[in-house]
């Protein structure tokens, strides 16, 4: 390796080391190029290469740069022009540069130094000092006027000392040299012309004046300049004006379009020159109407362009810098665009999606609208001009670090959320904010934005919170049901998780029951927050700890009022989610003795307030939300209400806001009112529990003092007083309260039978309540009286409307007293009957008849969600994730929930009634007269025609509105036998009854035992199976083949229908009996649901429902027994069992089902309508798939029989549809490969089975199955002999229209040929194959090649046929009949068009079979 040079070595050293280098040949680390001078044009040497004595060196190195580094990291500066410079290349510079350069050197003229021989030389002056004096600018003349006011001080001095100089030198004269001069013979003299007037317009001074020639530099002669300027007007005035337009064009056509830009620019700036003279004024004036034209092409062309790429102008300077500013000498107008005012916006009428903006109220602005901009609505970088912030604005100012951005984003992420929930965007926006929010991560944000150490960001934050989680209306509604019968239950607003588990199911079902808890356990610790959040938001969230960072906030921050109510609120609308989440809040350290002890203390300091003064701390103070909080944690079971009680001390605040007036409680009068109706609510749940019941023996007398005031809120109603409808709701809360505890003392006697008869094991029983049956007999008398007065007053609209409320919840009092009283051992019957009779003659029968209670029925319809499927939908808003009633009083279902809903009192009515005939069986006739009334039978005409959806947001509102419907209906079954009018409309309470067993939700199981077992099977309620119904039907199934007569019989010899619809009918409780112990598995959910129903408060668990999930039979529950048992079966074949023979009670199991659907499909056919037929058919056919010879029983034979000539009715066939999906079933085409493979095991060619089998293979459905018969499954054509005169449907839907696919036709043909296929074995097919290929080989369309192809060549074949029956039967065929013998009828000879074909195709082998036949 050679070395470096050293410090300290000479230059002998030097040429040593270069020596060295060039005798080792290594190359050099510089290379020496010769670069060449854009200045001018270098001439050529004679062998074509450029000369090289005007080259100069340049030394480049190796990776650097030409330029030396800046010292500033500031990103370089691209030139626009950049790529569109000169560069020089081989040939003829000058050339190219005329070709294709677009520099503004293509078009001056060839520039020369001008000749300076002729120029005075001045020396300098001699000043006697060795070296020149040094300038300073204070000894220059300050009389003299600067330059120009853009330099600078300096550089004005540096002026006037120059300017003094010459005047010292007057009398010699500077000459100058012509600028321009020729360019060579190349260019044309317009061109050259031009070209100078070009250069002359850029340093003019004004319209019409010419330049002086100081714009060119210091010492340019005005004379020349003036001999140039004259010149140039020469040369344009020799010029016609076809060629200063040609040239002009050149020009244009040469210079860049940023060049001229440029130029023009300059042009507008200083003015232009007017080209005139007194010899060629006409031509001057020509010249400058072009230039004005070509002038307005360049604004035109400019003013389309960027406007940051245009200079900005003085008028358009947003400010005028003023003397004394720092560096503001030079002006830099780019810079100061964003202190100019906004441009208007403007409407844009496109259908293109623009971005939601949003002002500080949460207002959607709509695109365009002008909004001043002192509002504050403009500060963001997109989109300036438009006003408002977008939901991505907001997100980002949310994480700002100053604290104001965040609050505000915060606070207009709130607004937004709560105007959205109200539906204010469904109609401007197309996508759901609340989706959109929750997709971009909006819960993220805020449980982030919660752990800011700001308070105002935290009070941002949980109002942000609360918009996103609590729905005031619902609350409203929710507590305005509670009073309603059995109205305190409600549904967990929990969303259902639709994930699937990855994981096999264990066989085992009793281990994987002991694993399930611990296995969803480890599953939802394994899931990360994200994944949580998205299925669930309030899970998402107590995983994220949210419940530990309110803790803090309630417990050290210690927020203002506003604050803690909203993180009340929030805790509320945890605790609606689930049981779970009401376990988390009571275990989550220190949260609930925080409430209790600050936001529930029993006594406390007065805060004296102003008028209208706001609350400054709500610590020390008890809150309604609170007390709220509290009943909602009890309500999801008996131990957590247990817990608040004894551990919380709730007891003692219960009586402390129970048994005080509310007017005298030292609080807002409205919060004092809803404290003490939360407390009365707490106090009811507890007491729905058997809990709290010697609170009421303490506090009787109390409770009895404010009962007595009840009968004043009628009779002196105060409906302007803000304060009436709490009381109204006191007033009701209390009545509900004494229900609860009217129940608890009924089930006291039968607990203590208990409790002594297992005195020994007390520790499994469950003690009785300390009260007896004597502490609530006397509230009935009292309680019916009030009922007595307010009927009295039914014809009054104004006091009905307020004491309907209340008479609702005497009424449910009074059917609870006589429920529970027949239960007690002090029962006297003859005593209770003769109540009985009383109250209902003066009071409850005479109420029968009035006008105001069949208006209730006729409204029914209107106010129903039921009959108003529409009103069901989830809104535009509605997050899966989120749940949320949606609740919007003015819009249905909602009104059945409102205060002039008739639901309410009628459920309430009905369950009096159905209690009094119970008891008093001689006073159901007269009960039932409130079944006559025409308003309730269109309103359950209309039940039975809607369909509502199951969803969160009407499933409690479903709940109440089944009640009603289900104590109708047991009603008409007691009393359908006594009344003439009730057994009229029998089948319409029938048909009510299965419409509402498919309908019923989670936590109504026992409600759907009872319809099951007293209701659907009740033969009262069938009168078509009386004398004449069977018979009936069976001449209705002869009119109907006579109608269709040779085209449809009996599968077999079988039963006709009426005989097995009367078989049905009578054998009705037994098949009652099998779908009970079929519905077993239902059993302990209709035991915890009876419950509550039947009033056993000891045993009821929790007030909160299960989990909302759906309806709890499916509609296809009559098909339920069939599938159960095909699954049963399936698992047992898997593990490797074999199931050859099923026991005698599945057998009747299958049969008992298989009547019931028959007895549907006939005489309550629109029940099972809106199942598809295809997915009866599926159903049905899990009989042919169970076992080896289920079908082959004879009841069940005859049943399918029965089921498919019903099935096969023309009108239904019309609706068979394949291709949807159907519920339960993955692919049809599976389930019928199964099926052919079953018929292939254990068949024994019965014909039934055959015909199921046919069935998909009509034209109109997927080519698929018959390609699996056909293709796959050919041995089925040797066993699927049903007969042509049996086939339930016409043979034309298998033969019309012709087959299309070229497979199908080939394995038709191929299974005729072969032999596969023969009318002997299946007949059916047979035809079918016959007539396709006959279709087929005799089509005359025009198709492509391939098509012709298989077309000619198969009906060659088929005339070569050594077979003659087969080629008659495929040449011959004519049309499908069943009657014939064959299945088809023939033509004796081949009509002359397809003998004509047969021509064509076979041409002279045709002519040679004729010959020899001949």
Known sequence: MLGRPKPGESEDDLLRFQQNFLATGMLPAAKVIKKADKRKVEPKSPDGCHSCEDLKDMVTLEALPDLPPSLMPVQPKKSKVKSERVRFQEGDIEEQMDLQDRHITAVLSKIIERDTSASPISLPISTGLAFPKVFHRSEIQNELEPISRKKSIFAQKLEAKRAAEARQMESLQSGICPLITSSGAQRSALSRTVETSERIHLTAKGDGEQSSGKELGREVDPQEAKRIHEENLSRLQAMSEEEIEEERNNLMARLDTSMIAFIKSRKLGKGSIEVSSNKSKATGADIRDKDSHFETKLQSSSSKGDPMDQETTEPDIPLRPEKGWVHMDVLECEKLEWMKDLPKPRRRKTNKEMQARFSFHGDLIPPGADVPTHLGLHHHGEQPEEAGYSLQELFHLSRSQIIQQRTLALQMLARVIQKAKAGDFASSLKHSIMRMLLDAGCLFLLRFSLDDGIENVIAACIQALKALLVSPSDEEYLDRTFSWYLGSSTFPLRPNETEEDDEEEESDEEESKMNQNEKTKSKEERKADPDVARIDAIKGLLKMKILHRLRYILEVVRPGPSVVLDILEILIRIARHSSEACNQILGCPRLMETIV?????????????????????????????????????????????????????????????????????????????????????????????????????????????????????????????????????????????????????????????????????????????????????????????????????????????????????????????????????????????????????????????????????????????????????????????????????????????????????????????????NIHKGLAEKCSTILHSKGLRDYLVHCCKGSPSINHKSAWVLRHEFHFQHLVLKLASKTVALNPQVAQQAPLYHYAALKLLSLLLPGSEFLAQDLLSGVAFNQALIPE????????????????????????????????????????????????????????????????????????????????????????????????????????????????????????????????????????????????????????????????????????????????????????????????????????????????????????????????????????????????????????????????????????IPLENYTHPMESSLDLLRQYFKTLVTGSLRLSWCPVLYVVAVAQVNSFIFSQEAVDEEFDAVRKSMLRKSYLLADEVLRRHLLHFKLPNVESFTGFDMYDELPPVRYRWLQKVLGDLLNLEEHRLQ
């Open 597 to 917: 002890s600050e936001f529930l203390p029993s006594t406390w300091k007065i805060q004296t307030l102003r008028k209208a003064e706001p609350m400054t701390s709500s610590y020390g103070v008890p809150l309604a939300a609170a007390m709220k909080l509290t009943r909602i944690l009890a309500s999801a079971g008996r131990n957590m209400s247990a817990i608040l009680l004894n551990k919380f001390c709730m007891k003692e605040r219960i009586g402390r806001f129970v048994l005080q007036d509310p007017c005298d409680l030292p609080l807002e009068q409205q919060e004092a009112y809803v404290l003490s109706i939360e407390a009365l609510r707490l106090w009811t749940v507890a007491a729905n529990y058997g809990q709290a019941c010697d609170v009421y023996k303490d506090f009787y007398p109390a409770l009895m003092n404010i009962l007595q005031t009840l009968p004043n809120l009628v009779s002196q109603p105060k409906n302007e007083d803000s304060l009436f409808d709490y009381s109204l709701q006191r007033a009701k809360t209390l009545v509900c309260l004494l229900i609860n505890v009217t129940n608890s003392v009924g089930c006291a006697f039968e607990l203590q039978a208990q409790f002594t008869f297992s005195a020994e094991d007390k520790e499994g029983h469950i003690p009785p309540p300390p009260l007896d049956w004597s502490h609530v007999a006397g509230i009935k008398p009292f309680l019916e009286g009030c009922v007595r007065r307010n009927l009295k007053g039914i014809s009054c609209p104004v006091t009905w409307r307020t004491a309907r409320q209340l008479t609702t919840t005497y009424i449910v009092y009074l059917a609870t007293y006589y429920r529970k009283l027949v239960q007690q051992p002090s029962y006297r019957p003859v005593e209770c009957l003769e109540e009985l009779e009383q109250f209902c003659s003066e009071s409850l029968f005479p109420l029968l008849d009035q006008p105001v209670l069949e208006k209730m029925f006729e409204e029914l319809r209107s106010y129903s969600a039921q009959c108003n499927p529409e009103s069901c939908r989830p809104g535009p808003e509605t997050v899966r994730s989120l749940v949320s009633l949606g609740c919007d009083g003015e819009m249905l279902p909602f009104r059945l929930t409102g205060p002039k809903s008739p639901f309410s009192f009628l459920t309430a009515l009905l369950y009096l009634l159905n209690t009094i005939c």
């Open 1025 to 1288: 199976g009386k004398a004449g119904g069977p018979e009936a039907e069976d001449l209705l199934h002869i009119l109907q083949l006579g109608a269709n007569r040779g085209t449809v019989e009996n599968v077999c010899a079988n039963p006709t229908r009426g005989s097995l619809l009367g078989a049905a009918f009578s054998q009705l409780p037994t098949i009652r009996s099998r779908y009970i112990a079929h519905f077993a598995h239902l059993r302990d959910s209709a035991v915890r649901s009876q419950t509550s129903y039947a009033g056993q408060n000891h045993l009821v668990q929790s007030v909160l429902l299960p989990e909302m999930t759906g309806p709890l039979l499916p509609a296809d529950w009559a098909f339920l027994p069939l599938i159960n048992l095909y699954n049963q079966v399936n698992r047992e074949e898997v593990k490797g069992g074999m199931v050859d023979s099923l026991p005698e009670s599945l057998v009747e199991l299958v049969s008992s089902s298989l009547r019931w659907v028959l007895l549907l499909e006939t005489w309550r056919s629109g029940h099972l309508q809106g199942l598809p037929l295809a997915a009866k058919l599926a159903r049905l056919s899990c009989v042919f798939l169970t076992g080896s010879s289920l079908f082959l029983e004879p009841p069940i034979h005859e049943n399918l029989s029965a089921l498919l000539s019903v099935y096969c009715h023309w009108k239904r066939m019309e609706s068979l549809d394949l291709i949807v999906p159907l519920p339960g079933l993955a692919s049809f085409h599976d389930l019928y490969v199964n099926l052919l493979e079953q018929f292939e095991s254990v068949s024994f060619g019965d014909q039934l089975f055959g015909c199921f089998l046919l069935l998909p293979l009509q034209r109109r459905f997927d080519g698929r199955l018959r390609q699996a018969v056909f293709g796959e499954h050919v041995s089925v054509l040797r066993a699927l002999g049903v007969p042509l005169k049996q086939l339930p």
